[in-house]
């Protein structure tokens, strides 16, 4: 079974601290992608990568870096939290096969609130 | 995502049937997803097309029509367990991007007994 696990299910930040939050999949996908989910908005693509030291904004990078120095570990660091970061975080993974569906695995979710 | 639309909601008995409709636009389509999300879970994957036509998996079902920009994911025979969030991705392949997925808002479906 895939398994795509986050650093911390539930994290309270102050404003203006950098937050890191991690994610490690276990099945040598080669795609890894970080999302927001707010009420309403639905998943939104903060960044995504598709090999090691490769990286692509998606639609809200704003505010956003990330990090990915090994294939099974994608980072997602706020460089100085604000309160309009408070959110569902969702790390997800998938493959890159020629033929399939190279559907996503999604770790649990890491709840931020910055205050 | 601005360009996948789902309606919010939907209620439907235990044992009956409930359609849910996804529409798109995209410049590059490569794929149409379905996920399901209980609350305070992550989304698991349900169902993907890439043709056009129907897909059956169990009690669950997809359509897709690419020339129409629409799919919709069918849930027959409901049980309870079925109320949960049901989200419309689509894969899209641009010139200077592979794999970036945009997500519906999702659908509410709330089983009543």
């Known amino acids: 079974d895939v398994k795509v696990t986050q650093s911390s299910r539930y994290l309270v930040k102050r404003t203006g601290e950098k937050v890191f939050l991690e994610c490690v999949q276990d099945?040598?996908?080669?795609?890894m992608f970080w999302y927001r989910q707010d009420p309403g908005l639905g998943l939104r693509l903060i960044y995504f990568?598709?090999?090691?030291?490769?990286?692509e904004k998606g639609d809200i990078p704003e505010g956003y870096s990330v990090s990915r120095e090994k294939k099974e570990r994608f980072s997602l660091i706020l460089e100085s939290a604000s309160t309009n970061q408070t959110s569902m975080y969702l790390c997800?993974?998938?493959?890159?096969?020629?033929?399939?569906?190279?559907?996503?695995?999604f770790g649990p979710g890491t709840r931020l609130t910055v205050t | 995502g601005q360009n996948i639309d789902q309606p919010t909601e939907m209620t439907a008995t235990e044992g009956a049937i409930v359609q849910i409709n996804c529409t798109y636009q995209?410049?590059?389509?490569?794929?149409l997803f379905w996920y399901q999300q209980h609350a305070g879970e992550a989304p698991t994957f349900l169902s993907y097309?890439?043709?056009?036509g129907l897909e059956e998996k169990g009690r669950f079902s997809s359509f897709l029509s690419r020339s129409k920009g629409y799919s919709y994911l069918l849930l027959k025979e409901l049980q309870m367990k079925d109320s949960a969030s049901y989200l419309c991705?689509?894969?899209?392949?641009?010139?200077?991007?592979?794999?970036?997925?945009?997500f519906g808002a999702g659908t509410q479906v709330v089983v009543t007994p």
């Open positions: 997800a993974s998938s493959s890159l096969k020629l033929q399939g569906a190279n559907e996503q695995y």
């Open positions: 099945m040598d996908h080669e795609n």
């Open positions: 990568s598709y090999d090691v030291k490769m990286k």
């Open positions: 995209t410049s590059g389509f490569n794929g």
């Open positions: 097309n890439v043709l056009d």
């Open positions: 991705a689509v894969r899209e392949l641009t010139t200077d991007s592979w794999g970036k997925f945009q």
